[in-house]
């Protein structure tokens, strides 16, 4: 039997990263920045490299469609991990979409861009703990390919996702479809909203989704009760 024997994670070289990144069929030849990054270490980083993202209108096609191939959707993935794989850093993002526990979908972002990287934190829910998941949507963004366009792929309930040309629209916009493309596929299950009432001046509110900041600013004035999932 053969053994391999892994070193531990340091700064630049996370090697639970670097098993996934494997897995999602990019193997990285350069230093891989995961978890261990904190966010004042990304946003120094983005900053000495000045880098800034995209933000025009941009087309998402999904692979199998009258718009994109699955011969295109694999030529575009191919030349996607290819030029992941020949970045000298790169970095991964584990978060999630969804209002609630009970509805998100996990989603992996790895790229070559500490600024799409900062982008994917602030864009996309925490997930709990270090413990690395299985994501349904994984995304790889980047720093070549066309701004002007992105690219979806549905199989056996996961989603691969391809933004390139550092286009914050691209990624969202791709991001989007391919959540909205995997919840069609689950038919009657339920969306889960947190839901929260207000009351004031004798009338009452219900707010959906209401952002933490919010939520815990109208419980401080005791305008707001109640948190559960509908």
Known sequence: DETVVA???THGNDIMANWELCEAGVVPTGATFGRSLARKDLEEIVSSRGETLATGAVGVSVAGSQGLSWAEWDSLFDRATSELEA???????????GSSRASEMRVRVVSDSPAMSLFARDMLHRVPGQKWVVPRITVFA???GSPDSAAVS?????AGVISGGLS???FRSALSTAAA???STEGDAALHLPCNAITHDGRTA???GGSDKGLASGVQSGVMYGAHDT
């Open 206 to 208: 219900l707010v959906f």
């Open 7 to 9: 070193g531990m994670s």
């Open 154 to 158: 549905i199989e056996d309930g996961k």
């Open 181 to 183: 493309e995997l919840f």
């Open 168 to 170: 914050a629209s691209g």
């Open 142 to 144: 980047s720093t070549t």
């Open 87 to 97: 970045a000298q850093e790169l970095y991964v993002y584990d978060g999630a979409v």
